[in-house]
Nanobody, 120 residues
Framework: QVQLVESGGGLVGPGESLRLSCAAS????????MGWYRQAPGKQRELVAP???????NYADSVKGRFTISRDNAQNTVYLQMNSLKPEDTAVYYC??????????????WGQGTQVTVSS
């Protein structure tokens, strides 16, 4: 079993920054892909940014140039640096991780979510 614990959410004003962290713990063999989703009230959950174990990244068009995803494989941790935040970035942010078990099976895990609110 793998647990994901997120931290770093909060209330900030437009144009400010936040850094989210998500640490995986438990019976870990290998974490492959990690990343962040978000869900705003009344909207579907959307992919913000994934990152492969090798560090290949991708971003939703709405966050390109403002958000940066990174990871520390030794610590099984993924980060999301969010700059120039906008009110439309307000959402619950969820991290995910694909855990590769010893036999090769891949199981996806989710964090509990952290609230990010951008408001003046």
């Amino acid at each position: 079993q793998v647990q994901l614990v997120e931290s770093g959410g909060g209330l900030v004003g437009p144009g400010e920054s936040l850094r989210l962290s998500c640490a995986a713990s438990g019976s870990i063999f290998k974490i492959s892909a990690m990343g962040w989703y978000r869900q705003a009230p009344g909207k579907q959950r959307e992919l913000v940014a994934p990152i492969t174990r090798g560090g290949i990244t991708n971003y939703a068009d709405s966050v390109k140039g403002r958000f940066t995803i990174s990871r520390d494989n030794a610590q099984n941790t993924v980060y999301l640096q969010m700059n120039s935040l906008k009110p439309e970035d307000t959402a619950v942010y969820y991290c995910y991780a694909d855990h590769v078990e010893l036999g090769g099976r891949v199981i996806g895990y989710w964090g509990q979510g952290t609230q990010v609110t951008v408001s003046s």
